[in-house]
Nanobody
Framework: QVQLEESGGGLVQAGGSLILSCAAS????????MSWFRQAIGKRREFVGR????????YYSDSMKGRFTISRDTAKNTVYLLINNLKPEDTATYYC?????????????????WGQGTQVTVSS
C-alpha cells in the first residue's frame, strides 16, 4: 500500500509564494503520473496539474497556467507544487494524487492513491 502525505500549507499573504510537498511512502513507488488538485469550501475538487513520473512532463489546467509549477524528485518519492503570486482565491485544501497507469489527469476518480490534503489560506 502507498501513502501520500502533503505538507507545506499554511497562512500566507497575497502576493507571496508557497511550495507544497507530497511524499510517498510504503511499497515500491513507481506511478505513471502524479497530480495536484485543490478544493475550496463549497466547491468541487479542481485539477491543478500533473507530472509524469518518468519523463517529468507537466500539464496544467488552463486556469492554473503561469503561477503553478509542478516538479518531482524520484529519489525522494516526492512531488512539489510551487505557487507564485498567491491570491485569496487560491485558498483551498490542496491534494496530491497518484495514478499507476495512464489516465485522463482531470478525472479524480481515476487515481489510485490520494493524500489527506494540506490547507492553504491566502490573506488579502
Amino acid at each position: 500500500q502507498v501513502q501520500l502525505e502533503e505538507s507545506g500549507g499554511g497562512l500566507v499573504q497575497a502576493g507571496g509564494s508557497l511550495i507544497l510537498s507530497c511524499a510517498a511512502s510504503g511499497r515500491t513507488f513507481s506511478p505513471y503520473l502524479m497530480s495536484w488538485f485543490r478544493q475550496a469550501i463549497g466547491k468541487r475538487r479542481e485539477f491543478v496539474g500533473r507530472i509524469t513520473w518518468s519523463g517529468r512532463q507537466t500539464y496544467y489546467s488552463d486556469s492554473m497556467k503561469g503561477r503553478f509549477t509542478i516538479s518531482r524528485d524520484t529519489a525522494k518519492n516526492t512531488v512539489y507544487l510551487l505557487i507564485n503570486n498567491l491570491k485569496p482565491e487560491d485558498t483551498a485544501t490542496y491534494y496530491c494524487a497518484a495514478a499507476l497507469r495512464q489516465i485522463r489527469p482531470e478525472e479524480a476518480l481515476s487515481y489510485d492513491y490520494w493524500g489527506q490534503g494540506t490547507q492553504v489560506t491566502v490573506s488579502s
